[in-house]
Antibody, heavy 117, light 108 residues
Framework: EVHLLESGGGLVQPGGSLRISCAAS????????MNWVRQGPGKGPEWVSLINSSGGRTNYADSVKGRFTISRDNSKNTLYLQMNDLRAEDTAVYYC??????????WGQGTLVIVSS | AIQLTQSPSSLSASVGDRVTITCRASHGISNALAWYQQKPGKAPKVFIYDASILEHGVPSRFTGSGSGTDFTLTISSLRPEDFASYYCQQYNSYPSVTFGQGTRVEMK
């Protein structure tokens, strides 16, 4: 059974940095592209970033380009999101998700990031 | 970016009611549309993909239809477990996918 477990969320001041993680199990992690999707309070989900299976290709939403970096360690079955220069509008629950032809058929439980002074 | 507009943003209904939610895309997306159900404190769960294909295990009272720019999610007879929020998502422009703003189905 696929299991995704995010961690590392918390309260951070505007302009600060945070790295969140997603530990994967129940499938061959290194064979799958992975995504981060976030959901702000009372809002619909928003795609954030994609990394391909090897880690050699990444894509970002315009709203985070230049501030966030996605990476993965296939030896540890773990996905990361390094978030720099955080803004209030980055406040959200961050999910890791596995894509299936473009939609997401497996999600973690999410980790909450709050950007506030 | 392709924008998705859902309507209504919320609705009140009773058990047994027929419920219809619409999703309109700003550009044609063929049939690259998914529908998710989300309950409070939980991650979204895909119910329908490719506009009309039910994910394994989803009850047959859920149906999806549409192509191009106009899509519909219908629940033929609402059950208590169906009270939740529903989101559409387009993946025609993958990886730059977008979601609708959601429809909250509440108990009347």
């Amino acid at each position: 059974e696929v299991h995704l477990l995010e961690s590392g969320g918390g309260l951070v001041q505007p302009g600060g940095s945070l790295r969140i993680s997603c530990a994967a199990s129940g499938f061959t992690f290194g064979n799958y592209a992975m995504n981060w999707v976030r959901q702000g309070p009372g809002k619909g989900p928003e795609w954030v970033s994609l990394i391909n299976s090897s880690g050699g290709r990444t894509n970002y939403a315009d709203s985070v380009k230049g501030r966030f970096t996605i990476s993965r360690d296939n030896s540890k079955n773990t996905l990361y999101l390094q978030m720099n220069d955080l803004r209030a509008e980055d406040t959200a629950v961050y999910y890791c998700a596995i894509p299936s032809s473009g939609y997401f058929d497996s999600w973690g439980q999410g980790t909450l990031v709050i950007v506030s002074s | 970016a392709i924008q998705l507009t859902q309507s209504p943003s919320s609705l009140s209904a009773s058990v047994g009611d027929r419920v219809t939610i619409t999703c309109r895309a700003s550009h044609g997306i063929s049939n690259a549309l998914a529908w998710y159900q989300q309950k409070p404190g939980k991650a979204p769960k895909v119910f329908i993909y490719d506009a009309s294909i039910l994910e394994h295990g989803v009850p047959s009272r859920f149906t999806g239809s549409g192509s191009g720019t106009d899509f519909t999610l219908t629940i033929s007879s609402l059950r208590p477990e169906d009270f939740a929020s529903y989101y559409c998502q387009q993946y025609n422009s993958y990886p730059s996918v977008t979601f609708g703003q959601g429809t909250r189905v509440e108990m009347k």
